[in-house]
């Protein structure tokens, strides 16, 4: 896709990366930029860039019938609306997921909110559901627009999928990169916002300073990537560099650059073409840290400190990845059930009919 809309602004115009060329559009990422994170306002911006090419619509001329027409576009994988009552073969047979399409309604119900505060537009054109029979009894409680599973199940690496990964790794930045997110849990940005004033070597620890929502903790680490951190620093990170940011480009021309997003997604995908490995991401990297860490026994309250997690719902997803935990958990129950139920009965007789089962306490009688 163009960084340019060419629905919204005249192909002779130059627009700045950061900006879409509609002052509607460039007025409401002003507006995120002042409350949200930079990769927030990153994420809106391209979302905005989609909704509109797909529409091909003014700001002001967007109605609900074009929304609904944008969720059957995104799940076709057609990159425009559909024509009424033609139905359009999809050109992509994946298309989009159903989380993403409501990530993007969401961005587009923002802007439209923000729009109609304003007084730019009269109203909202992004429903906030379908209507069922009780919408007149309980106005608001309609069907959403898009249904999508609350939470799924992250992918991990194995053990040997990890030190694949690692022996793969060709610098020191590269293997401590991987080590700060596989052995301390530190998320993708985490890791590039690392200054080299975060780094407390002496206590095994580094400082987050620009957390995910803007929080900062402090995150322990094993010692093995203070260990690749150490040999980056006084063999491969330029000494002449004008940044304190602690991983740098190692190769021209941006040679003592910060690293970038771009940068550390190349430097996994090429170790994971070496490494023969179907994924492994930095998200994956940072699910298979505390994952091993619950594995472990670490409280998950700990874990959610690791994990720099608002919320402790967020890191209960990792009691059903470590495969230890529901297991011993249930053999834990079902022991103390079968000792209520057969107590008594002699070894290899098979068990009571139900009427001379004892109740077991906070157990209802299945009919």
């Not at 304003?118 to 627009?145: A, F, I, Y």
């Not at 472990?296 to 994990?307: D, H, K, N």
């Not at 009691?319 to 000792?339: G, K």
Request: hydrophobic content about 40%; charged content about 25%.
């Amino acid at each position: 896709m163009s960084s340019v809309l060419p629905c919204l602004i005249p192909p002779a115009e130059v627009v700045a990366p950061d900006r879409l060329g509609e002052p509607l559009l460039d007025d409401y990422l002003d507006f995120l930029a002042v409350r949200c994170r930079p990769n927030s306002v990153m994420a809106a911006r391209f979302d905005l860039k989609v909704f509109f090419e797909v529409v091909a619509k003014p700001v002001a001329a967007v109605s609900a019938a074009d929304v609904l027409g944008f969720i059957t576009a995104q799940r076709t994988g057609a990159r425009c609306l559909p024509e009424p009552g033609v139905r359009a073969a999809p050109t992509d047979p994946v298309g989009v997921c159903s989380r993403t399409i409501r990530r993007r309604l969401s961005t587009v119900s923002g802007l439209y909110a923000f729009l109609a505060v304003r007084g730019d537009v009269p109203t909202n054109p992004v429903p906030r559901g379908l209507p069922t029979r009780r919408e007149q009894g309980r106005p608001g409680q309609g069907v959403p627009l898009v249904r999508a599973p609350r939470r799924t199940l992250p992918r991990i690496l194995t053990p040997a999928e990890v030190d694949a990964l690692t022996g793969a790794l060709r610098t020191h930045r590269d293997r401590a990169m991987v080590a700060a997110m596989v052995l301390g849990g530190l998320r993708r940005c985490e890791v590039l916002g690392l200054r080299l004033g975060d780094v407390n070597a002496g206590e095994r620890r580094v400082f987050i300073n620009e957390g995910k929502g803007g929080s900062q903790r402090l995150v322990p680490i094993s010692p093995r990537f203070f260990e690749h951190l150490a040999a980056y620093l006084d063999q491969e990170r330029p000494a002449d560099a004008d940044t304190d940011a602690l991983f740098l480009v190692l190769k021209r021309p941006r040679r003592g650059q910060p690293l970038t997003a771009y940068g550390i997604d190349q430097v996994m995908d090429d170790a994971r073409a070496r490494a023969g490995l179907a994924h492994a991401s930095c998200h994956e990297l940072r699910h298979t840290c505390l994952t091993r860490l619950r594995e472990a026994g670490m409280p998950l309250e700990a874990v959610q400190a690791q994990a720099g997690h608002a919320s402790i719902e967020s890191t209960r997803i990792y009691l059903h990845l470590a495969d230890d935990w529901l297991a011993s958990q249930y053999r834990r129950a079902a022991e103390v059930i079968d000792a209520q139920v057969f107590a008594g009965a002699p070894t290899g007789s098979p068990p009571p009919p139900p009427t001379q089962r004892a109740p077991i306490p906070g157990f209802r009688r299945l009919r």
